[in-house]
């Protein structure tokens, strides 16, 4: 039996039995772990709130040799993050860029920068709340960091420079097609300056969330591409997604009709 301990943040849990629950974390020292809590619901002791969904804790584990659930020990909670809890739109877009991490890394092993990313996140929007700008930065952010980076002012075929007043778009030859590549291909067709304030928004690091403005077009665009390559990376469907589309489809409306 080996012992750990790491930085975590707590994706999300599931109460068993009596006391117990099984936990889902993503951890500084080793990505994504799954837990065992035994006694969870009972022991303040040892466990507290630490192992509430967004909370950012430090926790200690066991594991064993070919077993799949580590068995948790103790955790300390750093930050509950509990303004997630008293706004809708944050709470549907933590758990959404919860279930991205675990659904596009998968249980591979320690990505220090998506710990830092999946963190700013949740801090963000913990303090201001949720908007498309954050959503489209954090899912960006993530396809690069996991090894999908697309391509967005080079054709992806022919590596020329995307200037034309229309360029294409497809998520599998990996982004951005110039007038020739894309051809009569069903492709998605964008502005080059849309994929542009994408490209100038990954300059920035990758943990800062504020003070960026996105126009409608990027923000409209540059969600369609993003999302297109997120169903070409993802292997499992993403369940959170569909509860903020509705969210965000329903400010919309009720924005328009004020
Ligand atoms: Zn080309």
Redesign the pocket.
Known sequence: MAIHSSDAVVLHHLDYGEADRIVTFFSFEQGLVKGFARQARKSRKRFGAALEPFASVHIRWQSQRGRDLVSLQDAELVDLRNGLRHNLLALALAAYGCELVEKLLGESESNPQVFHLLNAFLDHVNRHGGSEEARLLFELRLLCLAGYEPHLLH?C??G?LLKAETVGFAAAPGGG??P??AGGADVQRLSPLSLGSLSRALQAPSTLFEGFRFGPRTLQEGGRAVAALLKQHLCRPVKSQSFLTQLIEGSARAAAIR
Do not use: A, K
């Open positions: 054709c075929q022919c020329v097609l110039c020739e590549c």
